[in-house]
Nanobody
Framework: QVQMEESGGGLVQAGGSLRLSCAAFGRTFNTYAMGWFRQAPGKEREFVASISQSGVSTHYVDSVKGRFTISRGNRGSVANTMHLQMNSLKAEDTAVYYC?????????????????WGQGTQVTVSS
């Protein structure tokens, strides 16, 4: 059974940093692109960042460019891990953050491209 687990969320002051991690279990994800989405209260889930199966290509939503960095392992069991380094956090980054994996090269923006999802981790940025 495939499971994806996020960790690293928490409460941070504006301008601070957090590092989110995602671990996938149940299969090897070296043929999957991976990504992060977030959902703020009362809003739709939105794309944040994605990384290709190879780890070479990345894509970010404009609002996080220059502040967030996505990375992943791509060999063996390390291929099942992904991180999102979030710097210069703003109050508007407050949301539940979800990791996801989608079969194929990627990077993918459309959530329909993703096959597996985690349960989410809360990030709260106080202003």
């Amino acid at each position: 059974q495939v499971q994806m687990e996020e960790s690293g969320g928490g409460l941070v002051q504006a301008g601070g940093s957090l590092r989110l991690s995602c671990a996938a279990f149940g299969r090897t994800f070296n043929t999957y692109a991976m990504g992060w989405f977030r959902q703020a209260p009362g809003k739709e889930r939105e794309f944040v960042a994605s990384i290709s199966q190879s780890g070479v290509s990345t894509h970010y939503v404009d609002s996080v460019k220059g502040r967030f960095t996505i990375s992943r392992g791509n060999r063996g069991s390390v291929a099942n891990t992904m991180h999102l380094q979030m710097n210069s956090l703003k109050a508007e980054d407050t949301a539940v953050y979800y990791c996801a994996a989608g079969l194929g090269g990627g990077p993918f923006v459309d959530p329909s491209e993703y096959n597996y999802w985690g349960q989410g981790t809360q990030v709260t940025v106080s202003s």
